[in-house]
């Protein structure tokens, strides 16, 4: 299968971290485009204006498709073409349909990414770029049910596949071995990140060498941050766009709570003032990227600022997606235009048009 593993051949990108992802795949199954062995950059003089000893940035967002979702599409994509599944759907607010696009490409697999009408530009001019079925809707989460209702269509979100976490074990996997851990920090929409993370170092350390894990969102929040800000009230930070890219719920909110506080770390809510000046801070040392990778160096500032985590060892900021996604202009115009459905029966007629089947027309 073109830019599948050959049999016998040794594992590609992520798949050196196969042992840790709890399933069984043959060789030729397994896709990948390069994902995983992410670098991980020390940032001193950065750290030291944010008042970190020992700062370093996990690059998720040099990733092939932009993001960390790539590690988790590749393996959900990876299973799909082990099981023969062939038709797949996701609803996200870009990322994830951007990753789950490249791999269904490469698996071979007809895929139904239902986005936002407000998904800026720069991702839906990505996703254009794919062979693949695109739908803007303000119903996304209800459409995608349909499709899975009525088409059975394999359902791609991280939120409610229970394999999705185990693919970012390898982020951990990459961490171990670097040097004591005081704390990882990352950006969190559904939580499957952070409960692989958190899986994975359970996994390969002993309890005294774990880090806090600790979990962002842009205000006002969603469930992962809940139990931390419920007593400041609705009204304590502005609303932040980054809200929009969160999961007010998530099925995984329970499991990741666990798993931050039994780490020590904690939920943070990140507003529009901490990220215009993060934002300005990271431009002067030189590093640009998404507005989620800022809200992750806000929160370090904001702990740090608090004496929140211990001062020995690292701490590491999981930056999740690339520079690219600070645009967040709007389509135009003059872009080429996606389909739209608001209704089961235009989705309907957009999926027959683009030639997914039907289960009892298989």
């Not at 971290?17 to 990948?32: K, T």
């Not at 990753?99 to 998904?119: F, H």
């Amino acid at each position: 299968m073109p830019g599948s593993e050959l049999a016998g051949a040794e594992p590609l990108g992520q798949w050196i971290h196969a042992e840790l992802f709890s399933v069984s795949l043959p060789a030729g199954s397994r896709l990948s485009l390069g994902e995983g062995g992410t670098p991980l950059e020390p940032a001193e003089e950065l750290g030291e204006a944010l008042g970190i000893p020992s700062l370093q940035l996990k690059r998720e967002d040099l990733s092939p498709t932009g993001s960390h979702k790539a590690r988790c599409l590749g393996l959900l994509c990876s299973l799909l073409v082990a099981a023969g599944d062939r038709q797949a759907v996701i609803s996200s607010s870009g990322n994830a349909a951007v990753a789950a696009a490249a791999y269904a490409s490469l698996g071979g697999i007809r895929l139904l990414s239902l986005v936002s009408p407000r998904t800026p530009r720069v991702k839906l001019d990505r996703l254009r770029g794919y062979p693949q079925l695109t739908v803007l809707s303000e119903r996304p989460v209800a459409l995608l049910h349909h499709a899975v209702r009525s088409w059975d269509l394999a359902d791609l979100r991280g939120s409610v596949n229970p394999l999705a976490p185990n693919a970012y074990r390898g982020i951990a996997a990459e961490l171990v071995g670097t040097g004591a851990l005081a704390a990882v920090f990352l950006f969190a929409s559904s939580g499957a990140s952070a409960l692989g993370i958190s899986q994975g170092f359970n996994q390969l350390l002993p309890p005294s060498e774990r880090p806090q894990l600790h979990v962002v969102e842009g205000s006002p929040g969603g469930e992962l941050t809940r139990p931390w800000y419920q007593s400041t009230g609705p009204a304590s930070r502005p609303e932040s766009h980054l809200g929009e890219l969160g999961s007010r719920r998530s099925r995984l909110s329970p499991a990741v709570r666990r798993e931050v506080r039994a780490s020590g770390g904690r939920g943070w809510r990140v507003g529009p003032a901490e990220l215009a000046g993060i934002r300005e801070l990271a431009d002067r040392h030189g590093l640009r990227t998404s507005w989620e990778g800022l809200a992750t160096l806000a929160a370090m500032r904001e702990a740090a600022a608090g004496d929140q985590v211990s001062r020995a060892g690292s701490w590491i900021a999981v930056l999740t997606g690339d520079a690219a996604q600070l645009d967040l202009e709007p389509s135009r115009a003059d872009d080429r235009p996606l389909p739209v459905a608001e209704s089961e029966l235009e989705l309907d007629l957009l999926l027959e048009a683009a030639g997914f089947t039907r289960p009892d027309a298989r």
